[in-house]
């Protein structure tokens, strides 16, 4: 006669308590990054850069060319991103500083045709003066000269980017040989590690191609429209394509307002109903099934990552919106075995359950 086996011991701690536990630990941690994100950005952006740039030291490597060599390599092609970043901001920001003081007087009086319209409406004399401040041209021309204030904490940023570049692409090359060294004993984290990777090369990959198309087609409709300075609404389309979900929005507001100074209504309601079609059937219809591909999020957790990573470390969050959730999710979640729920409702198609055997007659108690 055998004994019964001993039944578990409970655990140490309730589901519930354990979860409050978690978030309160969630809060110190996002607390510290939010306080800490002027330098937590900026790495977080030189890290997403060498893993983009990162499969260009493989062809190197199979010449059997030094390991330096393609270390160099890596950095190059991320200060090119960089580099070619940059000068279309400055391009783009130069110009629309120039459209800011070039249509000063017809703003003005788009800006009073606006409130006019707003007081035959009904519109009250307190939320008309308010609409009036914000749309004020001279407000505009001090917010496109307000923009050089921040050059200085750009130049900053860019400074500690650029440093991470060199000093990640260095620490790569040595990475790669953590499979050598361990071999099966880290073999599951190196495989989250080698699929967090890829799927953040994928969704740079397909926005920056779907971006430029999107540009290119936007950048010829103004142009066709006469819009003034089409380019900077191209490369604004390019850059919003970008931010998952909000970025159309965002490309948008610019040209329609200039639009609207230049042309009226007419002018308005076409820029807006292009960009509409555009848009909608490639970022709405054909993009997020790529995307969808590449990163197995939700379009919810999408949406609410970007305004999530804007408000922990500034206007870089919206950007690296979704490479900074997968990191989460596969640094909280794909290394728990129970957490495969969780995973599958943030959108991983991936996270599948363990199945329980199948019942046999031959375990039917008898």
């Known amino acids: 006669m055998t004994r019964a086996a001993a039944p578990p011991p409970p655990p140490a701690l309730s589901p519930s308590l354990r979860t409050l536990i978690g978030?309160?630990?969630?809060?110190?941690?996002?607390?510290?990054?939010?306080?800490?994100?002027?330098?937590?950005?900026?790495?977080?952006?030189?890290?997403?850069?060498?893993?983009?740039?990162?499969?260009?030291?493989?062809?190197l490597e199979r010449r059997?060319?030094?390991?330096?060599?393609?270390?160099?390599?890596?950095?190059?092609?991320?200060?090119?991103?960089?580099?070619?970043?940059?000068?279309?901001?400055?391009?783009?920001?130069?110009?629309?500083a120039a459209l800011v003081g070039e249509f000063a007087d017809q703003l003005q009086a788009s800006v009073q045709s606006v409130l006019s319209w707003l007081q035959s409406a009904g519109l009250?004399?307190?939320?008309a003066d308010a609409a009036a401040s914000v749309l004020d041209p001279e407000t505009l021309v001090g917010l496109a000269s307000s923009l050089g204030g921040t050059v200085l904490g750009i130049a900053t940023a860019l400074f500690f980017v650029f440093a991470y570049i060199i000093f990640m692409a260095a620490d790569a090359a040595r990475y790669r040989d953590a499979r050598r060294v361990f071999g099966a004993a880290k073999a599951p984290v190196l495989a989250r590690i080698r699929h967090l990777n890829s799927g953040v090369r994928r969704y740079y990959v397909v926005n920056a191609s779907f971006g430029a198309i999107v540009a290119i087609i936007?950048?010829?409709?103004?142009?066709?429209?006469?819009?003034?300075?089409?380019?900077?609404?191209a490369i604004l389309a390019f850059v919003t394509n970008f931010i998952p979900n909000i970025g159309f929005v965002l490309g948008l507001v610019p040209p329609a307002v200039l639009a609207?100074?230049?042309?009226?209504?007419?002018?308005?309601?076409?820029?807006?109903?292009?960009?509409?079609?555009v848009n909608v059937v490639l970022q709405v219809l054909v993009q997020p099934k790529f995307v969808s591909d590449a990163v197995?999020?939700?379009l919810t957790l999408s949406f609410f990552s970007v305004i999530f990573w804007t408000?922990?470390?500034?206007?870089?969050?919206?950007?690296?919106?979704?490479?900074?959730?997968?990191?989460?999710?596969?640094?909280?979640?794909?290394?728990?075995?129970?957490?495969?729920?969780?995973?599958?409702?943030?959108?991983?198609?991936?996270?599948?359950p363990p199945r329980d055997p199948d019942p046999s007659p031959n375990h039917t108690r008898r």
């Open 311 to 352: 408000f922990i470390i500034g206007p870089l969050g919206a950007i690296l919106s979704i490479p900074l959730t997968l990191f989460v999710r596969t640094l909280v979640l794909e290394g728990d075995p129970g957490g495969h729920w969780l995973r599958w409702l943030s959108g991983d198609r991936t996270a599948v």
């Open 218 to 233: 936007d950048g010829f409709a103004l142009l066709w429209l006469g819009v003034p300075a089409p380019l900077v609404w």
């Open 296 to 298: 197995d999020l939700s």
């Open 260 to 277: 609207f100074v230049v042309g009226g209504w007419p002018l308005l309601l076409a820029v807006i109903a292009i960009y509409c079609v």
């Open 124 to 127: 009250d004399d307190q939320a």
């Open 23 to 59: 978030l309160a630990a969630a809060a110190v941690v996002l607390a510290g990054v939010y306080f800490a994100r002027e330098i937590v950005g900026p790495l977080a952006l030189a890290i997403v850069l060498v893993v983009i740039c990162e499969p260009v030291r493989r062809p």
């Open 64 to 96: 059997g060319w030094p390991r330096w060599t393609g270390t160099t390599a890596v950095i190059v092609v991320a200060y090119l991103v960089l580099v070619v970043m940059g000068a279309l901001l400055w391009l783009a920001g130069r110009q629309f």
